[in-house]
């Protein structure tokens, strides 16, 4: 079955990195995707990586994928407070139009 | 580009009375989607539309939930009667490409 996992909460202090962990269990998995979520919003697309990546950097995001272990990380450099949000882990089936499978969201608390 | 719309941005209700949700997707994206959200979870898929055909609704609760897209552009999304557990967001996401989804900002549904 399609499960995600990740911790629910992380603090960091403003100007450090901060490295949020996800776990998923369908190996097969097209996309692997993180979303932000604001107070009161919707979910925000912040990037997402194919499955035969390994890295993916976008400005101060670093999208980390490791397949053996079916665990994915975002590094987010320089903390900001305006990064402080609940920030989802997804995970796409392979098969063409099955939805996307998310986690519980880890928010993250930067501290100034 | 604008993005999905949605309305109302908030609604309050009484149980068993009834609730209907709009959405108006990115213009030209074919796939449409309702998640609802409970407060500290995840998205969860209620229904998924391809064009004005229902790609996937086995979480749905057909007993109570429906949603149609009639000319494959905007959606609504009502719950007939409402029950207190229908308390959550109501999420419409719309895509082009099968690699990314793209969210409304959500309605806020309270059920007393």
């Known amino acids: 079955g399609e499960d995600v996992e990740q911790s629910l909460f992380l603090s960091v202090r403003e100007g450090d990195s901060s490295v949020i962990n996800c776990t998923y269990t369908d190996s097969s998995s097209t996309y692997l995707y993180w979303y932000k979520q604001e107070p009161g919003a919707g979910l925000q697309l912040l990037t997402y990586i194919f499955s035969n990546m390994d890295m993916k950097q976008d400005q101060r995001l670093t999208v980390l994928l490791n397949k053996k272990d079916k665990h994915l990380s975002l590094r987010i450099a320089d903390t900001q407070t305006g990064d402080s949000a609940i920030y989802f882990c997804a995970e796409k089936p392979p098969s063409g139009n099955t939805p996307l499978v998310f986690g519980k969201g880890t928010r993250l608390s930067v501290i100034a | 580009e604008a993005g999905v719309a949605q309305s109302p941005r908030y609604k309050i209700i009484e149980k068993r009375q009834s609730v209907a949700f709009w959405c108006n997707p990115i213009s030209g994206h074919a796939t449409l989607y309702w998640y609802q959200q409970i407060l500290g979870q995840g998205p969860k898929l209620l229904i998924q539309?391809?064009?004005?055909?229902?790609?996937?609704d086995s979480q749905l609760p057909k007993d109570r939930f429906s949603a149609e897209r009639l000319k494959g552009v905007d959606s609504t999304l009502k719950i007939q009667p409402a029950k207190l557990e229908d308390s959550a967001v109501y999420l419409c996401a719309s895509s082009l490409e099968l690699s990314e989804q793209y969210f409304g900002p959500g309605t806020r549904l309270t059920v007393t």
């Open positions: 539309f391809q064009n004005n055909g229902v790609v996937d």
